[in-house]
């Protein structure tokens, strides 16, 4: 697992170099997704073992989920990125999960096409768009995306992210949009610590 969590985050640090990725979805975030991304594998796997065996894959999406950003490149060619950096030390067959996890998982996808079937990956896909909606907690991302990508001054750009917050983050909850007890759980004490 070390091997595979090493060659992910180089991949990031790549990734993150190719396209121009500020720091609001690169290196840092991608630790935090993973953090929280070990929390909720960790507390769903006693009464789901077979996550076991998709660990791999779940940790993987977890950390490279933004290196296929719309906002930074187009899709399909970070995708290929990812999966030229990873054939490596993963199979082509966790890649192609990887991808259906991590091409599906926004909040705007989901807001607009739900929750794709992925069989008996369905979990492993919540684990991973959970930890990252639980990294979007930190509103410190959204005025650093303001200020790196769209040029906004600090004071535009913390206006602007208060807005999102308002409108997005704090909803998460009621939109329903966390599915494992964990995540629930966090959730509120996030939000609570966010008002």
Known sequence: MDQLINAAFECVIKISAKYNIDESHSLKHSMEVYKFAQEIYESEVAMNPYLK???RVIFAAAILHDMCDRKYMEEAKGVADIKDNMSFVMTA??????????????????????????GKYQLAYHITREADLLAAYDI??????????DGL????????????????????????LFVTAYSVHKSFELHNKAL
Do not use: H, W
């Open 53 to 55: 065996g998709q660990s």
């Open 93 to 118: 067959e966790e890649l192609d999960i990887v991808e259906k996890i991590i091409t599906t998982m926004s909040y705007s996808k989901v807001k607009r096409y739900g929750y794709p079937e992925l």
């Open 140 to 149: 410190d991302r959204c005025i650093i995306f303001g200020m790196m990508v």
């Open 153 to 176: 001054v600090y004071n535009e750009a913390a206006t602007r992210a208060e807005t999102l917050f308002a409108e997005r983050v704090l909803k998460y909850i009621d939109d329903g």
